[in-house]
């Protein structure tokens, strides 16, 4: 699907792996030209070659950096700013969640989560924001279902979502009309991270779609299956595009139904 971002310029943190490399190749597939980070140079070099590749080094900018380091996210924002000129889009989407209960959670693990969970919301926000506003552009926040639907066993992570969730609100007041904030919320998508916890499954003689097709059947979700990246890059490009110009502070479930709460 083309979601119209010809001329425009889009920023993906997160963007080697998963839901973030499916938004770069969704966005680039649009006409979007596209400046992508993650922390493994190794994994960023070879996806950048691929995408390279496939939509021409004119479109695609990648830099190795953590987006909890502030210098180099500013440095990554004026270098967008020299090579493309501009930013329409921001897509917060670096991260991982923490699967711990509250018994197992210790004081540096919460501040650990704390930081990961609303600096990879904050540093690239705050950086990308002059051009943000010059461009009329948006900001779209990766975040989970687990904001307004806790699970014990991922206490930290859940809480913090929910935290990202108030800021993405406040932000889409303050950022009016300049910029338009809004976030997805997600269930289960298998991407890297499932794809790691199903490499170290017990039992090791379960295929892939049977792992998922169980893990699906345990969560009670409504579809069935796991989500796919491209089905959630699919929602934040749509967020993203002038199609969503009148919608700000808003979420989208990409879930496959699994919340329970109206
Ligand atoms: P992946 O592990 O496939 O991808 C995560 C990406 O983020 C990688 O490119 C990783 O690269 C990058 N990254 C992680 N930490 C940092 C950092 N500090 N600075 C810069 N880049 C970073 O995960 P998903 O695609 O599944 O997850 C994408 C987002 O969606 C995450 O925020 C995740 O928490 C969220 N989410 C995912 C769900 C799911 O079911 N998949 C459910 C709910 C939320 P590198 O490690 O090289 O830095």
């Avoid at 500013?74 to 923490?98: K, S, Y």
């Amino acid at each position: 699907m083309h979601y119209g971002y010809d001329s425009k310029v889009a920023v993906v943190t997160g963007g080697s792996s998963g839901i973030g490399l499916a938004t770069v190749e969704t966005l680039l597939g649009s006409g979007a030209r596209v400046a992508l980070c993650a922390r493994t140079e190794s994994r960023l070099n070879d996806v950048a070659a691929v995408l390279v590749r496939d939509h021409g080094e004119d479109r695609v900018m990648a830099r190795a950096l953590s987006v909890l380091d502030p210098q180099a996210v500013n440095a990554f924002a004026g270098e967008v700013e020299a090579r493309f000129g501009r930013c329409d889009l921001l897509v917060n989407n670096a991260g991982q969640g923490r699967v711990s209960t509250f018994a197992d959670t210790t004081d540096e693990d919460w501040r650990a989560e704390y930081e990961l969970k609303l600096f990879s919301q904050i540093h690239p926000t705050r950086a990308f924001l002059p051009m943000l506003r010059r461009a009329k552009g948006a900001i779209v926040a990766v975040n989970s279902l687990l904001a307004y639907q806790p699970e014990p066993h991922m206490v930290c992570t859940s809480s913090a979502r929910a935290g990202v969730q108030n800021l993405v609100k406040s932000l889409s007041v303050e950022l009016a009309p300049d910029v338009r904030v809004n976030s997805i919320l997600l269930g289960l998508v298998g991407s890297g991270q499932w794809s790691r916890r199903f490499a170290e499954r017990e039992d090791q003689s379960q295929s892939r779609a049977e792992w998922y097709g169980a893990l699906a059947a345990r969560k009670g979700i409504p579809l069935g299956r796991l989500g796919d990246p491209a089905e959630a890059a699919a929602a934040i490009a749509f967020l993203g595009s002038p199609a969503a110009s009148y919608i700000t502070g808003a979420q989208l479930e990409v879930s496959g139904g699994l919340s329970r709460y109206i």
